[in-house]
């Protein structure tokens, strides 16, 4: 028998440091909630490594220090890659950034892979915006 899973928190980085403060905001969302949380960043496939290497070990630190679970995986599909690990841990709320304050193509690609599952956006000054099924955008604390 399969049990469901506890629902969860997905958060989506790059290799980017500054990807600890989608961290910090899906900490704040999963502790409010009682979900757990998780932390997944998509790669193209690359043979090498080591130009984010640094990167993804700080951020997978951040993530440890606050009792999240870091995947890294590699696809040409970062949206299908991101919606199949969303169904397999029970994510209901995904938090990922938004390039120059502007909804990306990942986001509105994702949402049509999981068009229930609630999105937030975490602009590069910490903002957080719900981003809805309408693609409306509104701020919250």
């Known amino acids: 028998m399969n049990a469901v899973k506890k629902p969860s928190v997905l958060v989506c980085v790059t290799g980017q440091y500054d990807c600890d ?4 905001a899906g900490f704040e969302h999963a502790a409010e909630f009682g ?3 998780h932390v ?43 919606a199949d ?3 397999k841990i029970n994510a209901k709320h995904l938090v990922t950034g938004i390039p120059d304050d502007r909804p990306n193509g990942f986001v509105l690609t994702l949402h049509e892979h999981l068009p229930r599952l609630e999105i ?12 809805s099924i309408d693609g409306s955008r509104r701020a919250f604390a």
């Open 35 to 37: 979900m757990d949380l």
């Open 40 to 82: 997944f960043c998509v790669h193209t496939p690359t043979n090498d490594l080591t130009y984010f290497s640094d990167e993804v070990e700080y951020l997978y630190r951040t993530a440890k220090s606050l009792g999240a679970d870091m995947t890294v995986a590699f696809s040409d599909n970062a949206p299908k890659c991101t």
């Open 120 to 131: 937030t956006t975490v602009t590069k000054d910490g903002e957080k915006l719900l981003y």
């Open 85 to 87: 690990f969303a169904h």
């Open 21 to 24: 403060r989608l961290i910090e």
